[in-house]
């Protein structure tokens, strides 16, 4: 005999059978005779059947300014095109570069038989988080000995802005927050799309390429008490110009008398100077006086793991009652946001920050990178030089970093792109990352004719 569940299954099984088999054949005679059956599904507005779009009125937007000149240039058949325009590092062959370094790491990590692939934390991989602080701070800051530090991984240096902007909207009681002229052109979307009201500072001098040191101090010193003041730690995106040691002490002092609150923007500590500590120097002097501050962190550039999406938001505060609090509340931020940060990105850095011997191998590849993008802006003044080329071009040495605000106009800018095939942003920012002594002379030759006005 068939066991009762057996039966029962079996039985259902039969009468499914059936209903659909009738179904079948009412859904065929419906469609024969022309009549709609009960069990039709009519199309939706959003089905593919309809003519016109939902989404027909949505404009075409533009392209980002900065993507956007890799987008023109991939479409440019030209042999001759280079690349000027985003910020990442090229081998000399112009090719990407992961470091050797990276590569141990994840060796390391692909051996380790014990590592899953479970969430992190909301606030991310703990040790990343800890030895990052340590990074930015020093191992022996204050802040961090009395753990009035809070530190979360979020997703790169843009994704740090924006949840550091969202907890400002959501928690702090001035919600203007000032940056400088120029800066990253990513920086003001960041920050209205979070609720943040955006004003600027002066900052870059025109005239002489170089810092408009007095303009900064009257704009700061005309902000209103308790504005969010956006500062570059290193190696200023897109001028390359950085205050001197002694015009940071003033600006902090300003800042502070003020109770301006301080955001740094860090993209590129170690990869400004060759030095890790020396590239650090201005937030380390904003946080030795006790003052709280918030400090976003990316590893795009100095650990080359732009894909990797790697960044800390850390924010120091007075008490480490307050820290506990703040870090509790950032997040509910980032729940709703992202939820949780990727591990494979913080797993590297952690790997290679905890290690004596990766850490020290990390600093020799990086100074590396550093000295070339020196050695790019030396052969470029030189070749300009050597052209007689008409203008000052000193600027080019004394900018810092990965980038080199030129001088150059937009029409000047278009002109090298189509006869020239250089792409960079159309006001005149171009990479040193992405130069090499082949395509040097090929840059001083453009811009000599679009300085003069040659083809």
């Known amino acids: 005999m068939m066991p009762m569940c057996e039966s029962t299954t079996g039985r259902r099984l039969n009468t499914l059978g059936r209903h659909l088999a009738a179904d079948r054949c009412d859904r065929t005679s419906s469609s024969s005779s022309g009549m709609a059956s009960q069990g039709t599904i009519s199309p939706s507005p959003t089905a593919g059947v309809f003519a016109e779009s939902v989404f027909g009125n949505v404009a075409q937007a533009p392209e980002d300014p900065i993507l956007g000149v890799t987008v023109a240039f991939n479409k440019d058949p030209s042999p001759i095109k280079v690349n000027l325009g985003v910020g990442a590092y090229r081998t000399e062959e112009g090719k ?5 370094v990276v590569r141990r790491a994840e060796q390391l990590l692909i051996n380790d038989q014990t590592r899953v692939k479970e969430y992190l934390p909301i606030t991310g ?18 802040a961090i000995k009395e753990n009035r530090v809070a530190t979360v991984q979020c997703l790169s240096g843009t994704g740090s802005l924006r949840v550091g902007a969202e907890f400002l909207a959501k928690h702090y009681y001035e919600r203007t927050i000032y940056v400088p002229v120029p800066t990253w052109g990513n920086h003001p979307k960041v920050f209205i799309m ?13 005239a002489t390429r170089g810092l408009n040191f007095q303009g900064l101090l009257e704009d700061l010193g005309a902000a209103e008490p308790g504005a969010i003041v956006l500062l570059h730690a290193c190696a200023h995106n897109p001028t390359g110009v950085d205050p001197t040691p002694d015009q940071w002490e003033q600006i902090r002092q300003l800042m502070r008398s003020k109770g301006l609150l301080p955001f740094f923007d860090s993209a590129y500590q170690g990869f400004a100077s060759g030095s890790l500590d020396a590239d650090a120097h201005s937030v380390r ?15 795009a550039k100095n650990m080359g793991l732009y894909g990797e999406r790697v960044g800390a938001l850390s924010i120091v505060c007075k008490a480490a009652d307050v820290a506990s609090k703040v870090e509790s509340q950032l997040k509910l931020v980032i729940r709703p946001m992202y939820s949780s940060p990727p591990i494979h990105g913080a797993a590297i850095v952690a790997t290679i920050l905890r290690d004596s011997e990766l850490y020290n191998e990390w600093t020799v590849e990086l100074k590396a990178m550093a000295d070339r993008i020196i050695s790019m802006r030396t052969e470029l003044q030189e070749a300009l030089l050597t052209k007689g080329t ?4 000193s600027h080019i040495l004394k900018q810092i970093g990965m980038f080199t605000f030129t001088g150059l106009n937009p029409d000047q800018v278009a002109f090298m792109r189509s006869q020239y095939h250089i792409y960079m942003t159309s006001d005149g920012r171009i990479s040193m990352a992405g130069l090499s002594s082949r395509t040097v002379p090929h840059l001083a030759n453009a811009i000599h004719a679009a300085v003069t006005g040659t083809v």
């Open 194 to 206: 979070a609720g943040l009201s955006v004003k600027t500072y002066r900052y870059y001098d025109p």
């Open 390 to 393: 008409p203008g000052d071009w």
């Open 285 to 299: 002097l904003f946080v030795a006086d006790g003052g709280e501050l918030l400090m976003a962190q990316s590893y």
């Open 96 to 100: 990407p570069l992961v470091l050797n």
């Open 125 to 142: 991989l703990a040790e990343f988080n800890k030895l990052s602080a340590k990074l930015i701070f020093g191992s022996n800051s204050p």
